[in-house]
């Protein structure tokens, strides 16, 4: 048995069967799928709640490539590379575009999963392809930007391709004519006619170290809940409830609510169960306190989704990862094993 608190951020102490490092993409053709497994990369969207019986393929490939061309750069990225890492050093090399992303946790074989996004910014907006290894065919295969079918926070890895894809290497396309995106929070403060691309990068920096607290000290996944999307109908019902709901226009009748100012207004910060608790800084996030186990984070899930849902009408997702014994699993599923 192999031990997992290391490999995900929210360490639980939960074990495996084995764990296997892919260094190089061809190893995959090694790898016995036919047995449970689980693809992991830097285990921050993933919380391990349970003992899982099978294998766990770790990501860990390096490599990025750069191609200028007049108008844009492509950037070839390996899928082991680190996120964080990846923007700034786009960003010390003068290529800007990622830096709303800057600071989200992971791999970048990960970032396509997910279709990770913050502050009016989503991956979508970069990616011409992302290459895998499509575990059907036993064969290397890329997929375009309409193939990966991207929405907001999801992507064809989670529904046609879950679990058939291993993603190795990711496209992007940054353009020269480059424009910021302002849109959100405290970066509306900011003078889209003279902000450079790393002053929004700090922005952003200081915005989530203000709020999220660092893994490695305080163990958590993030941003554990999507912010809904609710229609506009709804939305107006709440706002003549609540004046000052931050709200974003989601696409024609729809509009996009931030969970964390949902949780917050249930009451629900600080809220905790055996170690397990609701983030006192920013409500969207749950930490372990250590000595925390599965069932208490999912006691945790169950009991805000259902406090938002009676005040508000409103169900909540969770956007993280939840791996139980045999694979991913539902709160519900979890609770009712």
Known sequence: ?????????????????????????????AVDFSQTFCVLGAGSNTVFIDDFIGIVVRINNKGVDILEHDT?????????????????????KGIPGLENLVLIPGTVGAAPVQNIGAYG??????????????????????????????????????HALKNQFVITQVGLRLNKCWQPTLNYGPLQTLDEKTVTALQVSDTVVAIRQSKLPDPEILPNAGSFFKNPVISEAHYQALLAKYANMPAYSA?????????????????????SVSGVRVYEKQALVLVNDGHSS?????????????????????????????IGRAGEVSVQEKSNG
């Not at 997992?4 to 069967?17: D, E, G």
């Not at 290459?131 to 991207?150: A, K, V």
């Not at 696409?251 to 809220?271: N, P």
């Open 121 to 158: 910014v989503e991956l979508a907006q970069f990616i011409e392809y992302v290459d895998g290894f499509n575990i059907d065919t036993q064969s290397f295969e890329r997929l375009n930007r309409t193939q990966c079918q991207f929405g907001y926070r999801d992507s064809v890895f989670k």
């Open 72 to 92: 844009f750069w492509d950037v070839e990225v390996a899928a082991g590379e680190n996120w964080h890492t990846l923007v700034t050093g786009l960003l010390a």
């Open 251 to 271: 696409g024609i009748g729809q509009r996009k609510l931030a969970a964390g100012w949902l949780i917050e207004q249930a009451g629900l910060k600080g809220y």
């Open 1 to 29: 048995m192999q031990a997992l608190q290391s490999l995900h951020t929210f360490a639980l102490p939960h074990t495996c069967r084995d764990v296997v490092q892919i260094e190089d993409p061809q190893q995959l053709r």
């Open 294 to 322: 599965g069932s208490a984070l999912c006691e945790v899930i169950q009991h805000v989704q259902q406090r938002v849902a009676r005040q508000f009408e409103i169900q909540l997702e969770h956007e993280v990862r939840l």
